[in-house]
Nanobody, 126 residues
Framework: QVQLVESGGGLVQAGGSLRLSCAAS????????MGWFRQALGKEREFVAG????????YYADSVKGRFTISRDNDKNTVDLQMNSLKPEDTAAYYC???????????????????WGKGTLVTVSS
């Protein structure tokens, strides 16, 4: 089993920045791709950003490209999401997730992830 714990959410004004962190524990050697997803109130959970175990492959949703940056430290078993130029439409619960099948991060979707954190809330005020 793998446990994922997110931190770093909060309230920020539009245009501001936040950094989310996710710490993995347990059978971390089984993790390949890791990603961040988000779910706004009344909407489906959606992919935000993903990163491969090799750190070479990163992929972003069009809505966050150029504003968000995903990074990963395999020694510390952490994955971070730096969010800049935040917009009110970025308001959502953000979830860290991991997959153990070695799928391409470009194709990550909620149904393909094996482990999830409990989420951290990001609220962007206008």
């Amino acid at each position: 089993q793998v446990q994922l714990v997110e931190s770093g959410g909060g309230l920020v004004q539009a245009g501001g920045s936040l950094r989310l962190s996710c710490a993995a524990s347990g059978r971390t050697f089984s993790i390949f791709g890791m990603g961040w997803f988000r779910q706004a109130l009344g909407k489906e959970r959606e992919f935000v950003a993903g990163i491969s175990r090799s750190l070479v492959g990163t992929y972003y949703a069009d809505s966050v490209k150029g504003r968000f940056t995903i990074s990963r430290d395999n020694d510390k078993n952490t994955v971070d999401l730096q969010m800049n130029s935040l917009k009110p439409e970025d308001t959502a619960a953000y979830y860290c997730a991991a997959e153990t099948s070695g799928r391409a991060v470009k194709g990550l979707s909620p149904s393909l992830m094996n482990y999830w954190g409990k989420g951290t809330l990001v609220t962007v005020s206008s």
